[in-house]
């Protein structure tokens, strides 16, 4: 069993840096108009899920803080797909593309609900040393 000692460990947290990653080139290729509206948006909820999840991380200790956190990590995710929904109908990005990041952010939910649901029961105590294990969060 690995120990995660840090927030960048989480699965979840790659998983949502990578994609936050993939939204900055992507939008690298919208068109000036959307600057300060759809890219600044899409941009902005990306990172917002890795941010929130490296601030509840260090909350871990306050399981209502931590799991706040988690929801609110869920909601940008959220988020972040509406605006690729936009993205798709304005043909900034084609099929393909919109598909991939699309189902990566459905991952990354899917990781953040089992998350919180285990938070809510429990699960996800800090063990000594506030090691937590990488199989119970992933």
Request: hydrophobic content about 35%.
């Amino acid at each position: 069993m690995t120990l995660v000692k840090y927030h960048k460990d989480l699965k979840v947290y790659q998983e949502a840096f990578s994609a936050a990653m993939k939204i900055f080139e992507i939008t690298k290729s919208f068109p000036n108009e959307e600057k300060y509206s759809l890219t600044s948006q899409i941009r902005r909820s990306s990172r917002s899920v890795c941010g929130n999840l490296a601030e509840g991380w260090q909350k871990r200790r306050y399981p209502k803080l931590f799991e706040n956190k988690l929801i609110d990590a869920d909601g940008e995710a959220s988020e972040t797909q509406n605006w690729l929904d936009f993205a798709l109908a304005y043909k900034y990005i084609d099929e393909q593309t919109y598909q991939n990041l699309y189902e990566q952010y459905n991952q990354i939910l899917s990781m953040l609900t089992s998350m919180t649901v285990n938070s809510e029961k429990g699960h996800l105590i800090p063990k000594r040393n506030n090691y937590w294990t990488k199989q119970l969060v992933h």
